[in-house]
């Protein structure tokens, strides 16, 4: 029998919610859209409804690369390589989202399963002796990066020469752009002397593999582009699995009515996971803007050619018409599919990855640490701030 939980809301969960990326314009569109103005500057055609957001996301017309120019429409400070696979247009993104999809399927990533299975014993051991348990610490941070490793043929001493860097990569922010790109180039360097091999990669690896395979694509991979595959997974198998599942184990933590459900039916927590995840972005926005490269209809008017777009996923996963009661966290919704990996050919790459992982952890958690709740006021706790990141970077912890 299902245990109804106890309507908990996300303004029940403190500093849940981002602020906003962007601020309102005063004007709509010329096709009567809501617009915002970028970080950038520019005017952006801001959708919101759930069918919007969907049809541009999964509209292969809508333009990311026109995004990825000095002094273009972004929420970014700077430029990224165009070889990243957010930045890819057809037919190039076809090409090497080929390449790497059966790799970074749900039968792709299971066989890491049992790395996340010791991974979490392990760490659980050492949370258990722990003198101050702070589980974001001890827990929480190591695994991501420890799988990703794995995943890549990475040898786990060389985490120390590229995490600092690759957070700060994340973090994304304008404060210190010299610094922002000072870590951004480390990290890349970092990646292709893998790609180059210049670092040891360790056989058998997604490095060794795709760098040994990269004839299969028509044509072949170049370095670069090998660079930005391997970039992408590098911050992404981390740094955002990590920031998702540090957000996903904090609103658990705030929400004992949701937490004493995932211990009474640990099997909830794929579940919850997704719920979860409907609720929150990585960072502060949801979706990279894109340019249309036609007129589109959507529900409230029409996108121009030539406009700039944010759809907006965030706001599209709270939409009453798609989500009934839209802020309540309910693992036992039914319904439509949240959008926050995104959808059609920028779903996120590594989808499957997290969502092996964050249930698993949920779910041991749950049922090692049932009493588990945190040992602070929420309020006081530190984040991490930044544009594609945003977490608590301390969950001091009792049981």
């Known amino acids: 029998m299902t245990t109804a939980t106890p309507a908990v809301t996300t303004t029940d969960i403190p500093h849940l919610d981002p602020p906003p990326a962007y601020r309102a314009h005063s004007t709509r569109s010329p096709g009567g859209l809501p617009q915002v103005v970028l970080p950038s500057g520019h005017t952006a055609v801001h959708l919101t409804r759930y069918a919007d957001v969907h049809k541009v996301l999964t509209d292969a017309t809508f333009a990311r690369a026109e995004t990825n120019v000095e002094t273009g429409p972004s929420f970014l400070p700077t430029v990224m390589p165009p070889e990243l696979l957010l ?5 190039d993104h076809a090409r090497m989202r080929g390449f790497v999809a059966a790799d970074y399927s749900a039968a792709g990533v299971e066989s890491l399963r049992p790395t996340v299975e010791a991974v979490i014993a392990e760490r659980f051991t050492e949370l258990r002796a722990a003198a101050a348990p702070d589980l974001f610490r001890t827990v929480l941070d190591p695994l991501p990066v420890t799988v990703n490793c794995r995943l890549l043929g990475i040898p786990a001493s060389d985490i120390a020469s590229f995490r600092p860097y ?4 994340q973090m994304a922010s304008a404060e210190d752009i010299s610094h922002l790109l000072d870590h951004f180039w480390k990290v890349y360097g970092y990646v ?6 210049a670092r040891p990669v360790q056989p058998g690896g997604l490095v060794d593999r795709f760098v040994t395979g990269r004839d ?4 072949p991979l170049s370095d670069e582009e090998l660079t930005g595959l391997l970039l992408g997974s590098l911050l992404g198998a981390d740094q955002n699995i990590l920031s998702v599942l540090t957000k996903a184990v904090y609103a658990l933590l705030c929400a004992p ?3 004493r459900r995932l211990v009474d039916d640990p099997d909830l927590a794929s579940r919850m996971t997704e719920e979860l995840i409907r609720l929150m972005p990585l960072g502060t926005i949801s979706a990279f803007p894109r340019v249309a490269t036609r007129d589109v209809a959507v529900g409230d008017g029409v996108i121009g050619t ?9 706001a599209a996963n709270r939409d009453p018409r798609a989500f009934p009661d ?3 966290i309910d693992p036992d919704r039914a319904g439509k599919r949240h959008l926050q990996f995104g959808y059609g050919m920028h779903h996120c790459m590594g989808a499957a990855l997290a969502r092996m992982q964050i249930p698993l952890v949920l779910a041991r958690l749950a049922q090692e640490f049932p009493g588990l709740a945190l040992d ?3 309020r006081s706790l530190p984040w991490d701030h930044g544009v594609l990141l945003r977490r608590p970077t301390a969950l001091p912890v009792r049981w």
């Open 87 to 91: 930045n890819l247009d057809v037919p």
């Open 166 to 169: 690759a957070r700060t990569v």
């Open 192 to 197: 292709t002397d893998l790609v180059t091999g």
């Open 216 to 219: 299969s694509a028509e044509p």
């Open 257 to 259: 009515p949701l937490w």
């Open 306 to 314: 030539g406009e700039v777009v944010y759809a907006d996923a965030f």
């Open 326 to 328: 839209p802020l309540t």
């Open 376 to 378: 602070a006021e929420p």
